[in-house]
């Protein structure tokens, strides 16, 4: 149900926090009925858009290591994600043939690939490799899509009744015609620099980040892998209660540290061009007096289920437990559908706490690229989260097994 704080303390909150706000952050709305109020948002990088390609992990995971980057040196970059995906590409390629099919292969993927790749292979800016050559000004893979998948169901057939290994050079002319040839060189500010060379400068490196989930079909401070299909890399997350998760993201972004985010958006209370994501205990009964009702009857069943969930300021929403959460992941109601980056929290009029997170769908909604999920939404949409170890409570750390217990 809402979570409403005491009026003092929000004020006091606020007022304490407003220094931290950065200058340039997403003005809240103040004319409609929720009254977003920002109490902390950590630095960001402008918002991008992955446009039409199912990339939203890679952005997300590009994301936050250019936030990581921003806050220990105050530098803001802009880094490849098509050298990421393509990466990813040929590895999941790789090992789906390795496989005879039986694993993932997909446009989808983790925050987690990308520091994957980061070790594996570095990074490199945008400059360097903006990855579209097929003459559209944003990304549009559903051709390049298909055609890989085809191309890899058809080795994985075997119709010489064993597999060429030639169809490398087959998959990689397909991402070289749409993503373009990788630089093994590049020259950045003046310097030159190797992928790996040019991760090396960054300050950053898969170790020092740790992946949360909360889910009870495993025990508890124990990794396990995540049994979801865009987890090809079968990478292990801690399990903890869903309290300490939400603890995590809030010392982190008290902290200064964004937090990748895994979630369903899948819900009808997700309103991307609103900016808010509710979990209502309740639906809008819209009514149906005079001519209301002759615009309802010729609403699609579809528009009427958007239109329930349409709201202008904060309602009462679900009370989640582990229970209620686990079940909605056991049911499938809750979905692997995308990832985003927690960015801060806010109040709406009420005192209610959401969660303000950065999206990678271009700026045109309510709030120029962000969206405002509510307490509620977070505790039983989230999948997983992707965090710095640093921003982990030392308490919560010591039962993960983070660091030495005393």
Known sequence: MRNIMAIGAVAVSILAASAQTPADSVACDSVKGFGFVDQVVVPCTPVKDQNKSGTCWCFTGISFLEHEILRQTGDTLDLSEMFVVRHCYQDKADRY?????ESNFAPGGSALDVTYVLTRYGLVPEEAYPGIEYGEAKHVHGEMDGILR???????????KKVFPVWRK???????AYLGV?????VYKGKTY???????TLGVKADDYVAVTSY??????????LEIADNWLWERYINVPMEQMEAIVDNALANGYSVAWAADVSEPGF???QGYALMPAEVNQSSLEGTELARWVKLSDKDRDAERYNFDGPVDEIDVTQELRQQMFDSQETTDDHAMMIVGIAVDRLGNKYYKVKNSWDTNNEYGGYFYASRAYFLAKTLNVYVNKQAVPQDIARQMGLMQKK
Do not use: C, I, N
Request: proline share 12%; no cysteine.
């Open 216 to 225: 009870t079909h495993h025990p508890f401070y124990e990794p396990f892998v």
């Open 150 to 160: 085809h191309l890899v169901d058809v080795v994985v057939s075997k119709p010489a």
């Open 182 to 186: 990788p630089p093994t060189e590049f």
């Open 271 to 273: 309103k991307w061009t």
């Open 170 to 176: 087959a998959f990689d002319g397909v991402l070289d």
């Open 97 to 101: 043939v390795r496989m005879y099919g």
């Open 194 to 200: 190797t992928p790996q060379s040019f991760a090396a």
